[in-house]
């Protein structure tokens, strides 16, 4: 009979990380889903791209800034900023994440495929650098800067 009982959970290890391989992880669609730093970004960059404002409204801290090449911008601006985007396509790489307590840091490059106020976005790369926290209502953005290579 042992040899038997050995097998039985041998035969469940086995089946498990099969299990594992048989179905793929399912990139994040909406923030409640994200479990780190990288699907959150990818998730705001996809609502951006949707136009789903609400949700992108809802993760932009009250006292978000936003450093870009030109000065500083607030929630207000920022959000401004991206209402007119029309993204077509983006697309992030060199994706980084620092978890430090309840914040997470999240530093990447991403091109845009797109226009706002209708003349094209640039479509070189750009640097960017997310600072994500987690507070009662979820994870926020409380910084962002954006640089040029």
Request: glycine share 6%; proline share 5%.
């Amino acid at each position: 009979m042992r040899p038997r009982l050995a097998v039985a959970p041998l035969f469940l290890i086995l089946m498990s990380g099969l299990a594992c391989t048989m179905y793929p992880n399912r990139p994040a669609q909406s923030f409640s889903e994200a479990t780190g730093g990288e699907s959150l970004e990818r998730v705001f960059w996809k609502q951006i791209k949707d136009g789903n404002w609400t949700e992108v409204e809802r993760v932009l801290a009250s006292n978000y800034v936003e450093i870009v090449s030109t000065g500083t911008l607030d929630r207000a601006a920022a959000l401004d900023q991206y209402r007119q985007w029309k993204l077509k396509d983006y697309s992030l790489g060199d994706l980084r994440t620092e978890l430090n307590g309840s914040t997470i840091v999240v530093t990447y490059t991403i091109t845009l495929n797109g226009t706002s106020s209708g003349q094209p976005l640039l479509s070189t790369p750009q640097h960017r650098m997310t600072v994500w926290q987690q507070q009662k209502s979820g994870w926020m953005i409380i910084a962002q800067s954006v640089s040029q290579p």
